[in-house]
């Protein structure tokens, strides 16, 4: 698992597999009703990674802090 954050756009995104092609997330799956994270699906509908918005105050610090900076 590997995680990036882009502080400027406070954006995160936690990849579940090493790499995701471009094409490769063919679905895209809004989850809680704040949109608290969008959920990227291949197209077996396996989940590839997740992106989370406002991600300082959605993560906990540890994660961001060990998150490779982007951006």
Request: hydrophobic share 45%; no cysteine; aromatic share 4%.
């Amino acid at each position: 698992m590997r995680v990036t954050y882009d502080a400027e756009a406070n954006m995160a995104y936690i990849y579940l597999v090493d790499r995701i092609d471009p094409g490769e997330a063919v679905q895209q799956v809004v989850a809680g009703d704040d949109a608290t994270a969008v959920l990227d699906l291949d197209a077996q509908g396996r989940l590839l990674g997740v992106e989370v918005p406002d991600a300082a105050s959605r993560l906990h610090p540890d994660i961001l802090d060990a998150a490779e900076r982007i951006g």
